[in-house]
């Protein structure tokens, strides 16, 4: 069945610099990838999709990476700010064993320093 | 514009008894999802609408759980009798789209409906 894994850690950087969050996934096709920021008590806000053939996408301090090959998506929060602060969920939007199906990954927990 | 609109913000029940909870999509997504969100892990998908026919409902327990959509608008979702297990957040969330083939689907999420089950 698909499968998609982000790092169950919480993920704690120092306040300036650059966070990474991992999305790895097996058994799918996704025609799209995106990633949602969720914070406490709050449902996921839509944050940024990149394309089964795009490389690379940039939204203001945001930059998304997507490699078929590797099956894995990296996002990355430049300059991170407090603010930053949440879960980052990943999604696969596109097929797996034929059916379409739109799935979340666990989350990564993000904590910025000041 | 509006966003979706989940109600009741929390609920909380005895073991067996049922609940429902009610959701209003942004005007004019024709497709609206309910999840089931438990603490620390990602939405699940219970059940997906397109308009008011059902698209999936693969993980949806039929056992207990309901969902209906009579109008393509508005949707309920019910659970009878509750578990323990069931204590999770609901969320539902709506799109313009179906699926992938015809574009991006971008979700837009209610607040979630916080359901603790004693």
């Known amino acids: 069945s698909q499968k998609i894994e982000q790092n169950s850690e919480a993920l704690n950087i120092q306040e300036g610099k650059t966070a990474t969050l991992t999305c790895n996934y097996t058994?799918?096709?996704?025609?799209?990838l995106q990633w949602y920021r969720q914070d406490p008590g709050r449902g996921p806000v839509f944050l940024l999709l990149i394309r089964e053939n795009e490389k690379e996408k940039r939204k203001e301090r945001l930059k998304v990476t997507f490699d078929t090959t590797l099956k894995q998506s990296l996002f990355h929060i430049t300059a991170s700010q407090p603010a930053d602060s949440a879960t980052y969920l990943c999604a696969l939007d596109g097929t797996t064993s034929g059916t379409y199906k739109y799935i979340f990954g666990t989350g990564t927990r993000l904590k910025v320093l000041a | 514009e509006a966003g979706v609109a989940q109600s009741p913000r929390y609920k909380i029940i005895e073991k067996r008894q049922s609940v429902a909870f009610w959701c209003n999509p942004i005007s004019g997504h024709a497709t609206l999802y309910w999840y089931q969100q438990i603490l620390g892990q990602g939405p699940k998908l219970l059940i997906q609408f397109q308009n008011n026919g059902v698209v999936d409902d693969s993980q949806l327990p039929k056992d207990r759980f309901s969902a209906e959509r009579l109008k393509g608008v508005d949707s309920t979702l019910k659970i009878q009798p509750a578990k323990l297990e069931d204590s999770a957040v609901y969320l539902c969330?709506?799109?313009?789209?179906?699926?992938?083939?015809?574009?991006?689907?971008?979700?837009?999420f209610g607040a979630g409906s916080r359901l603790t089950v004693l």
């Open positions: 969330a709506s799109s313009m789209g179906q699926t992938s083939l015809s574009g991006a689907n971008v979700l837009t």
């Open positions: 058994n799918y096709s996704p025609a799209y």
